[in-house]
């Protein structure tokens, strides 16, 4: 007896549930899809709408996130007392935080970011802005 596959990336999860979903649902013309989430399913909302669009491209998709993070970060505690800002490249600092964050959790993390975002911006601006609505 095999076990079940299980997968701790929601992203999978995502690419899973819209399978099974649109395979169950396939006598039902698909056309219009609104993609929502709360809080952190917000932010999946915002980062998967162009995956759902790729999974299901006869259907027009809307996504509409509710979240709490938005762009550009907060200066971190340290530099906001003395007047400075935050090195724009180091992201999500928290405000209230006063510690930086270190380096080795963004050299691990992998992100997919909006492709028409990322089209559009400009030389030498930060990946990170595709976080902002």
Known sequence: ????ECWFSGHNNFIAA?????GTLADVALTNILLTGG????????FLADTLQDL?????????????YFE?????????????????????PSS???YPVPAWMWNNI????????LDALEHGQSEWLCTNL
């Open 1 to 4: 007896k095999r076990d079940p």
């Open 18 to 22: 819209v399978t099974n979903w649109a």
């Open 39 to 46: 809080s952190a399913g917000g932010q999946g909302a915002f």
């Open 56 to 68: 299901l491209p006869t259907a027009v998709v809307k996504a509409n996130p509710q979240y709490g």
């Open 72 to 92: 550009p970060a907060a200066d971190i505690y340290p530099d906001w007392l003395v007047g400075e800002k935050t090195d724009p490249n180091i992201p999500y």
């Open 96 to 98: 209230k935080s006063p």
């Open 110 to 117: 992998s992100v997919q970011f909006p492709i028409p975002c």
